[in-house]
T-cell receptor, first 119, second 110 residues
Framework: GAVVSQHPSRVICKSGTSVKIECRSLDFQATTMFWYRQFPKQSLMLMATSNEGSKATYEQGVEKDKFLINHASLTLSTLTVTSAHPEDSSFYIC???????????????FGPGTRLTVL | LAKTTQPISMDSYEGQEVNITCSHNNIATNDYITWYQQFPSQGPRFIIQGYKTKVTNEVASLFIPADRKSSTLSLPRVSLSDTAVYYCLVGDRDNNDMRFGAGTRLTVKP
């Protein structure tokens, strides 16, 4: 159980275009999802926290108008990189945290990641 | 916000036990401690989670002292496939502080 998928796994786009990445929790409902970005040989950098049905909370320095996050259902969150530029090339990873239930702790489950390359 | 500190890297040999310690001096009362493993170009994979004392599952053990200011991930009899980056994460459901530290890059040698 606790599987999170991301689509696409890899995308190459031209500078100036927009790219949408989907994150789905396949076998559980997730009230909260997180989006991370990871550059080579670096740790994961939290970009934003999204809660189903409300606006995402962005980390300092992350442009909310550039990285649009939608969390319309308990199993789906999307990240849209608008007007992508080469410096946006990175590995984007989402995670999902199961709904509160009896005995639930703080575990989040990660997707496999999306490699974005902007030419 | 509970910040974590881990060694940047560790080397080991196949068959040895590896212990990776994470410091989290300002851990809050409601915080849990979770360890993840990450291979290149993959998302982190949950290893183990604990609150206090000792937790053991089929792949690892987690030791947490009484003051909870640190935790130690223990990997028994590592193999080459355990070469990865290991992260400890401290947080609870309420603060949403899901920021990763630098992680520990473990290299297992033959």
């Amino acid at each position: 159980g606790a599987v999170v998928s991301q689509h696409p796994s890899r995308v190459i786009c031209k500078s100036g275009t927009s790219v949408k990445i989907e994150c789905r929790s396949l076998d559980f409902q997730a009230t909260t999802m997180f989006w991370y970005r990871q550059f080579p040989k670096q740790s994961l950098m939290l970009m934003a926290t999204s809660n189903e049905g409300s606006k995402a909370t962005y980390e300092q320095g992350v442009e909310k108008d550039k990285f649009l996050i939608n969390h319309a259902s308990l199993t789906l969150s999307t990240l849209t990189v608008t007007s992508a530029h080469p410096e946006d090339s990175s590995f984007y990873i989402c995670s999902a945290r199961p709904e509160v239930r009896q005995g639930a702790t703080d575990t989040q489950y990660f997707g496999p990641g999306t490699r974005l390359t902007v030419l | 916000l509970a910040k974590t500190t881990q060694p940047i890297s560790m080397d080991s040999y196949e068959g040895q036990e590896v212990n990776i310690t994470c410091s989290h001096n300002n851990i809050a009362t409601n915080d849990y401690i979770t360890w993840y493993q990450q291979f290149p170009s993959q998302g982190p994979r949950f290893i183990i989670q604990g609150y206090k004392t000792k937790v053991t599952n089929e792949v690892a053990s987690l030791f947490i002292p009484a003051d909870r200011k640190s935790s130690t991930l223990s990997l028994p009899r590592v193999s080459l496939s355990d070469t990865a980056v290991y992260y400890c994460l401290v947080g609870d459901r309420d603060n949403n502080d899901m920021r990763f530290g630098a992680g520990t890059r473990l290299t297992v040698k033959p």
